[in-house]
């Protein structure tokens, strides 16, 4: 190879992916729901609704611990394309060989599906502006959920994991496992919660439930018998893997051993080339999203 032959480097951005759930308070009086005569109608406007919150022109994520500043930067069709950034001391090296420090403001990409069958977020991992997914997970939360209960409704965002993350947990251990928790957000997706064997929905449209946990023990000296193939369990999993889970997740208990089932230790990941983000060049970065956060 020519030695004055340069092959470019690329990098790849991280983003990880969560679930968001909206659902109705049933409890709320009929003239709270405003326009919707009942909760039903409100359930099927959910969408708009969130749509009109994300999209009006004073919205803006917000942290009551970090000073935080966002902008919706793009939008076509069900994706929504947001900027969040915070200010940074970022130390300079001038010409007379001194220092000083400048102010920075370090951002992330946040992209939002709100297709109604998908309701995905994506967040860009980037520990410049913030420390972890995590701290953009709750300040995301604490800024939507405020907004949507002014709608009735409650705005729920947790992580997405490979459910083999559980029965790589389960082989690891065997006949060693004396409980199990299983944490859930009352679904309002189908496509996700069909293979529950538990109905929630029932239990919510019956109590307004909104979580619920289920609970599995063995008896006192024995363990329980965890089948890769038994439709309950795997209901139960495949449900919180695909973002229905809450208060984290899975957690389980070994014999002479304790908190060792972390299930948002390992959140649904994937990568996009840093170019389409250096040049701002949202078209195609949507092309690289819409076949991605589905």
Known sequence: MPKDLQIPSTKNVTFEVLRYQL???KTMQADAFKNY????????????????VITNQNFRFNSSSTNIKSKLLYQKGDMYYFKISTRRKARIYKEDFT?????????????VNNDPNVQKIAIQSSTNPFKDVETVRRFI?????????SHSLSFYLEPIFDKQDFWHFV?????QITQLNFNFISPNLANISKGLSIDLKQGYEETNMHKAKFEMNAEKGSVLKIDEEGK????LVSYIADGGGTDGGITAKILGKRDLLNTAQNPSEFVIDDKFIKDNNWEALNEQFKDILL
């Open 37 to 52: 005569s009942s909760p039903e109608q409100l359930r099927a406007d959910k969408n708009n609704i969130f749509r009109d």
């Open 141 to 149: 939360v604490e800024s939507l959920d405020a907004k949507m209960k």
């Open 23 to 25: 659902v109705v308070d």
């Open 99 to 111: 220092e000083d420090t400048i102010d920075n403001f370090p951002n992330i990409i946040v992209a």
């Open 171 to 175: 082989r690891k251990y065997p006949n």
């Open 232 to 235: 309950f369990v795997n209901g």
